[in-house]
């Protein structure tokens, strides 16, 4: 038999049947394998490599896609299969997984069509092979990875390593765990064989359910010493209740449920609908043969013959019959010892509890005197339930026989009643039908839900308040589930600021009437915010001031300042976001206007006029961080000083207007010289200082200089002039010729003085 995974509890009955010889006594040879990483239990049985195998309900996916399995005994009657991710986030859902790694262990069809129910599709995960450990979660190789319920939480606790469980339940996907399977060929061929084995398996599970901490003990000794006894002792609670053989016999497998399995399976398009179950379930053996009984009676055995049949079978019949009182008596006694475990709990409730049969209480427990005001005998003796309101008196007992009779009623709604002392109470009633003490009764749980009524009818009065004062306000009011960003309530302002009706607004996501920016920022800061809210780190007194633009009906967009602050819901107990919104259009106009203002200042004392290149001002700031940033990466900065020659004769010859236009030409010329991050600034008259910031070789201020006297060997074409312009320059680099702005720019200016000696040689200062 193969397992499909590593040993532990959850394949004890095997482990029993085998080591207590229960395999042996049934003439089997039994060899229990241990699953290992990339096994495929199916594939192993399907191969001849084992003859059983245990698998869960994509059994019945394996049988669709044309492999004949049988399954022949569920053991768990609910799939201990979830999913574990890494626990990021507080807020985080499995639709967080999408883009990360996880490990499914083959034939978890379950968990892919819990996948698709939740929209998630199988696409946008990367699958990886599944390692058969929690380690890979835990070091972060995997940001989630298939696992039981019974098993990998163990670990992750020991390790105090915070974890999110998701479980297909919780959709509704409520599937057979562990499933003894064979192939159709070996039960066609071996049925014997087959039955002794899932017979004997199944004496196996009852032993090792009535005796756990024997059968930790054999698993220990028998098949892996390294398992933690209290490792085992947490899967025999958690199995518990996922097995439920105090309620459902173990092995048990229900046709309808598989059907609902299936069906489930169709609706996620994963098979075709009403595929049929035929073969798939085992039946298992069938009644008594009883055709001996006929051949000894007619055959040729004689009289003698005919009487010792008679005699064997009366004795059956007999046995049956005796065997028969006996179980009637057991289950009397059961019912009696039932019944009396019911009483012994009603009593016990906090809620109180009566039965009615007919239109007459039959039994009331100590919570429901306390409830009312009377006594058990007066409850008892009340022939039209006299402790009911009477305005519900004959609806709630006209129910109660309806449902007696078999007829459809509600199971919960609520009453008025009155008190002994004539106050008025409102409880909520849930109602069922059952029997007790041979008869059907109606059994009811009532709860008192007076103070939550009167809750309910002050929240309406604050609710009307409400809307009178946010009706007739200029401001938006508005509120907004926080979990789903759906708003619950807007106010008729709403037309004025956008023109749109507050029925458009209703039940939408607040976050589709943003401007896209303001969409993408709020989405980013929103989910921040609940969560500090949730953590018990914001309050309703924290408020949240945001400028967000909005979308108007006419497709134009208007600016709005938001206030909100996040308050709990009484009556949904969900977090919901209060917030009012106003016009500020005319304010961020002026703002602006302002800062518009400010940017042409800072450009006018920033700027050259003439050449529009940085002056003198901001060549010094921006050299100082070029310096700082050298200092600490340990690279040089490079500074030029440059000027025309013979430009006093431009302006003497031709006028200041053409001396203008040399200087604007100049400035444009030297922009082409340098890189984007190289600055050229003009100081003064025809005298420029080029910064190039982060330089590595001090030929780097040589190609600088050789690239801008071939842009002014073109002449300069000023009106109708044609001038011949050339230029002389320094060169200075830190921290070389100075440590600071001012003594690398005196080095350039030095170096320039001797170039412009030097210039009838053809040489320059660089």
């Known amino acids: 038999m193969q397992l499909k995974w590593s040993h532990s509890f959850q394949f004890a009955g095997y482990y029993a049947a085998e080591a207590l010889g229960y395999y042996r006594d049934a003439g089997l040879d039994v060899t229990v394998v241990e699953g290992t990483p990339g096994i495929d239990v199916v594939e192993s049985v399907f191969a001849g490599n084992a003859d059983f195998g245990i698998g869960n309900s994509g059994l019945l996916l394996e049988r669709y896609r044309g492999r004949p399995v049988v399954a022949l005994a569920t053991i768990f009657q609910h799939s201990p299969l979830v999913l574990i991710a890494r626990a990021d986030d507080p807020l985080q859902s499995i639709h967080d997984l999408a883009g990360k790694s996880v490990m499914i262990e083959p034939h978890s069809e379950e968990l892919l069509a819990y996948f698709r129910q939740e929209g998630l599709d199988r696409s946008r995960l ?71 084995f899932v017979d004997a398996s199944l004496h196996g599970w009852r032993y090792a359910l009535a005796h756990p901490q024997e059968i930790i003990t054999i698993i220990q000794q028998r098949y892996d010493m390294t398992l933690d006894p209290d490792f085992l002792r947490f899967q025999v609670e958690r199995m518990k209740g996922l097995i439920q053989a105090d309620l459902v016999e173990i092995g048990y497998m229900n046709p309808g449920r598989w059907r609902h399995i299936a069906d489930v399976y169709s609706d996620l398009g ?7 179950l035929n073969g798939f ?158 008869c059907k009764v109606s059994i009811a749980t009532l709860y008192d839900v007076t103070d939550r009524k009167r809750a309910e009818e002050s929240l309406r009065e604050s609710e009307q308040q409400f809307r009178f004062i946010t009706e007739n306000m200029h401001d938006v009011i508005w509120v907004m589930d926080a979990f789903s960003g759906r708003l619950n309530y807007v ?80 009556l949904s107990e969900r977090a919901e976001l209060y917030g009012v919104t106003r016009d500020i259009s005319k304010r961020r106009a002026f703002e602006e206007d302002l800062r518009r203002a400010n940017a042409k200042l800072k450009t006018m004392a920033t700027t050259d006029a003439l050449t529009g290149l940085p002056n003198r001002r901001l060549l010094y700031e921006v050299a100082e961080h070029a310096l700082v940033s050298a200092r600490r990466k340990r690279t040089w900065v490079g500074i030029m000083s440059l000027d025309l020659d013979r430009f006093k004769k431009i302006n003497d010859s031709h006028g200041h207007v053409v001396g203008d236009q040399v200087l604007i030409e100049t400035a444009r010329r030297l922009s082409c010289a340098l890189r984007e991050a190289d600055m050229v600034s003009r100081f003064g008259g025809d005298e420029f200082v080029i910064l190039l910031p982060d330089i590595s070789h001090e030929e780097d201020l040589s190609l600088v200089g050789r690239k801008i ?35 690398l720019i005196k080095s350039s200016d030095r170096a320039l003085y001797i170039s412009k000696k030097r210039k009838g040689k053809g040489s320059t200062g660089l």
């Open 709 to 743: 006297d071939r842009l002014f060997a073109e002449p300069f074409a000023i009106d109708d002039l044609q001038l011949e312009v050339s230029v002389s320059i320094g060169g200075a680099i830190y921290p070389r010729d100075g440590n600071d702005t001012d003594q």
């Open 281 to 438: 379930l085992y039946r298992g053996r069938d009644d008594p043969d009883l055709r001996w009984l006929y051949l000894s009676l007619f055959g040729a055995v004689g009289l003698a013959g005919v009487l010792f049949t008679l005699t064997m079978l009366f004795a059956r019949v007999s046995q049956r019959a005796r065997s028969n009182l006996v179980a009637a008596r057991r289950a009397e006694a059961a019912r009696a010892e039932s019944e009396g475990r019911l009483k012994t709990l009603m009593e016990m409730a906090s809620a109180g509890i009566c039965m009615l049969q007919g239109r007459r209480l039959v039994f009331v427990n100590v919570a429901m005197t306390q409830l009312t005001g009377y006594q058990r005998d007066e409850l008892l003796a009340m022939s039209a339930l006299e402790f009911v309101d009477p305005d519900y008196r004959e609806s709630i007992a006209r129910r109660a026989e309806s449902r007696q009779q078999g007829c459809s009623e509600p199971s919960q709604y609520e009453i008025k009643v009155q008190t002994k002392d004539g106050e008025a109470r409102w409880i909520d009633v849930t109602a069922a039908l059952t029997t007790y003490q041979g």
């Open 126 to 196: 990367r699958l990886v092979e599944h390692g058969f450990s929690e380690r890979a979660l835990i070091d972060g190789t995997v940001d989630a990875m298939s696992a039981y319920a019974s098993h990998e939480p163990y670990f992750l606790d020991q390790v105090a390593e915070p974890y999110q469980l998701y479980s297909p339940r919780s959709v509704g996907i409520d599937f057979y765990g562990d499933t003894l399977f064979t192939s159709g060929r070996l039960l066609d061929s071996q049925p014997a064989m087959v039955q002794a």
């Open 270 to 276: 994963m098979m075709d609908r009403d595929f049929p």
């Open 491 to 570: 106010s008729p302002s709403i037309r004025l600021l956008l023109g749109f009706e507050p029925k458009h607004y209703t039940q939408t996501s607040f976050e589709q009437w943003l401007a896209p920016e303001s969409r993408t920022r709020i989405q980013a800061l929103h989910p921040q915010r609940l969560r500090a809210f949730l953590n018990g780190e914001a309050n309703a007194d924290t408020v949240y001031r945001d400028e967000i633009e909005h979308m108007r009906i006419d497709g134009s967009t208007v600016w709005c300042e938001v206030v909100a602050s996040f308050r709990e819901n009484p």
